[in-house]
């Protein structure tokens, strides 16, 4: 039986903006899937978005949906958090948003361990605003600050997560779309800040000029980049050179924020 | 029974006025003068089962007091100007939101990192014009540390009532000075909450405007859902670019604000009755002003003080009878001329205005400003 999204859609809000070929709306299915098989309530459920194509997903799901300004979705989302830490609380943006103009809120989010799942759509580029470069678009790739070939060094996203001190750090990929729900998941069942990177893509505004000549060119270098953790581990430095390690990447156990400030309440009464 | 009294700093006045008012959230950021706002906080909220956190920057802690107050919090940020400066875009996002909070701007001298430790008073036309596109603004400018406290109460009663964030603003002088304070009693001041919804959460739309210009504010996490966003929006809450929504969803922010002045508008004048000068001044300058009124009346000069204590939305009606009244209006201000702006534009030629300024970190004395009055009497 098909699945049904139906019942996560807010009625009416469809169709969505994206381009035809856009990763985005493939991440949202996994989420939908994701949050069903964690059974999370919709009015308990908060999600939260930044400013871009990939921050539009919230306006289509029913459930308390905050659309903020460009990049402060994980800040939004602390303090939403702190007021209801029952609630389970979502972040969801693109690579520019979370990376660029957030990337301070991001790695502080990341720090304090605060129980919230950040999915962060990665596809390269700013796609909202035509295609400018963001810190996750390769060096030397084309965008349209950059026709020369882009001179920046590209972040990793998952990496920075992890230095920063999420406890629970994952990446995925828009072609391997059964996976995204269950990364997700996963995340969400985590206590702590996890990271869920999923690798997107851009036809629109990165694919014309990287010379990827379909969305179907686009997905398939997803495939052949992707290397699963386990299988990862019996490649060699050089069988790996260019691929990205998929799958979930470091998980710990670490106090989680709103317990730790909960604690900061029983000291302060009983003082 | 005898009042609670306490000498009390200015700014811990305000944290103790936001409890009062209900407050159970801060989040902030450090910055000097503001800086004993967070310090009483963060001692005080997790005592009655508040919060306080401390953000990575201003504009994150201005971000978690939106987040926090749309999941049904009083909440509050307090900063200086480089701070203000840094949380514009999202008060903007608050008042198209309709957020209701509090954020209090402990004035220093500026621009830029200014003068950290001095006295200022050039964020007040920051605080109309700050944020980009047109939008409600309230902003309060106590004098005193008793006022602190209850300016601080009000801020948060009309952020409720109103739906939008309210600034207060006072200068270092007032923040950091120590004056006596009495506390009062639970129930003596009012106290305002949002209206909720009584609709069915179906029927639930977050700008509904047949509930009049101020429409019901659910939280996050309660039996009603709904969406926010920072762009233009319909009843609903949610995008729209036609032109008739978008035009009737702002002017009916503007109204909340423009509709309600008799409401929000609090001044205090002394001896204005028979005045020929008018000393129009606010914070810490309308305590020098005060002083000078009084030794300027032993000397028979018919003087009075129009005090603003909410300086946005301008108290442009009565500004203008007095500038009918008087022969002059002289306006003391820390910093190059900004409120004397509007004074001139009510006045529309009435009377000779005059200002008079500082910006050196110095406060503006009672003789700078008997000097001046008796100039243009
Ligand atoms: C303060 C601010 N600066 C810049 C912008 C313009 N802007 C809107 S979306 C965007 C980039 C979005 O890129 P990304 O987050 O990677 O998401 P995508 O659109 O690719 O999904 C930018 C720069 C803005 N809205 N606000
Ligand atoms: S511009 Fe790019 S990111 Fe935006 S909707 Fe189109 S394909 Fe997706």
């Keep these: 039986m098909a699945y049904d999204y139906e019942k996560h859609i807010r009625p009416g809000k469809l169709p969505h903006i994206w381009c035809p070929g856009c990763g985005h709306g493939i991440v949202m299915k996994g989420m939908i899937r994701a949050f069903d098989a964690c059974g999370l309530e919709k009015n308990n459920t908060a999600i939260v978005s930044g400013i871009g194509c990939a921050s539009r997903m919230n306006g289509y799901m029913d459930y308390n949906t905050l659309h903020t300004a460009h990049g402060r979705a994980a800040a939004f989302a602390t303090g939403i958090k702190m007021a209801k830490p029952e609630m389970d609380v979502i972040v969801v943006g693109g690579d520019g948003d979370g990376t660029a103009i957030g990337g301070n809120h991001f790695i502080h989010a990341c720090r304090r361990n605060i129980d919230m799942t950040y999915i962060i759509l990665n596809n390269s580029i700013y796609g909202m605003t035509g295609g400018q470069f963001s810190p996750c678009t390769p060096t030397g790739a084309k965008a349209s600050t950059t026709v020369y070939g882009n001179p920046d060094p590209t972040f990793d996203i998952a990496k920075l997560a992890i230095g920063a001190g999420a406890t629970f750090v994952a990446r995925g990929t828009a072609f391997h779309a059964t996976q995204i729900d269950k990364l997700i998941a996963e995340g969400i069942k985590h206590k702590g800040m996890a990271i869920i990177e999923i690798l997107d893509d851009c036809p629109t505004t990165y694919g014309r000029r990287n010379k990827f000549r379909s969305v179907v060119d686009m997905m398939k270098r997803l495939k052949e980049i992707a290397v699963p953790v386990a299988a990862a581990a019996k490649m060699t430095p050089e069988q790996l050179e260019g691929k990205v390690l998929t799958g979930v990447l470091h998980k710990e156990e670490r106090p989680e924020y709103t317990e730790q400030y909960a604690q900061v309440i029983n000291r302060a009464k009983g003082a | ?377």
């Design chain 2, 1 to 377: 029974m005898a009042k609670k009294v306490a000498l009390l700093q200015g700014n811990s006045a305000c944290a103790y006025g936001a409890l009062y008012a209900g407050c159970n959230f801060f989040g902030g950021y450090p910055i000097t003068p503001s800086t004993e706002v967070a310090e009483v906080l963060s001692v005080e909220l997790p005592k009655v089962g508040g919060k306080f956190i401390q953000m990575e920057d201003e504009i994150a802690a201005m971000a978690s007091v939106i987040g926090a107050a749309l999941a049904g919090q009083k909440a509050l940020t307090a900063t200086s100007g480089p701070g203000v400066s840094l949380k514009q875009e999202l008060i903007g996002y608050a008042c198209i939101a309709e957020v209701p909070c509090v954020i209090i701007n402990v004035m220093r001298g500026g621009p830029s990192t200014g003068m950290p430790t001095g006295p200022g008073q050039s964020d007040v036309q920051q605080a109309k014009w700050g944020t980009h596109g047109d939008h409600p603004v309230i902003a309060l400018v106590p004098s005193s540390v008793q006022e602190i406290f209850s300016e601080t109460v009000r801020a948060f009663n009309l952020a409720e009532k109103y739906r939008m964030p309210v600034q207060v603003l006072y200068d270092e002088i007032v923040g950091h000075m120590r004056e006596r304070i009495e506390f009062p009693e639970p129930g003596e001041l009012e106290v305002i909450n949002r209206t909720e919804p009584t609709v069915s959460p179906e029927d639930y739309k977050p700008f509904d405007p047949s509930f009049g210009d101020v429409p019901p504010l659910a939280a996050f996490g309660t039996d009603y859902r709904f969406h926010v966003t920072g762009l233009n929006k319909a009843a609903d809450g949610f995008p729209t670019t036609k032109a008739n929504l978008v035009d009737d969803e702002q002017r009916r922010q503007i109204r909340k604000v423009d509709g309600n002045q008799p409401d929000i508008e609090l001044n205090e004048e002394y001896l204005t009755e028979d005045a020929e000068v008018i000393i129009f001044a606010y914070g810490s300058t309308a305590r020098s002003a005060r002083y000078a009124v009084n030794e300027l009346r032993k000397e028979g000069v018919k003087v009075g003080l129009f005090r603003p204590i909410t300086l946005w939305p301008f108290p442009e009606k009565r500004v203008a009878e007095l500038a009918k009244q008087a022969k002059a209006i002289v306006v003391p201000e820390l910093n190059l001329g900004q409120m004397i702006l509007e004074v001139e534009r009510v006045a529309k030629g009435t009377c000779d205005i005059v200002g008079i300024n500082r910006v050196d970190g110095e406060p503006i004395n009672p003789g700078q400003i008997i000097a001046q009055v008796k100039e243009v009497k």
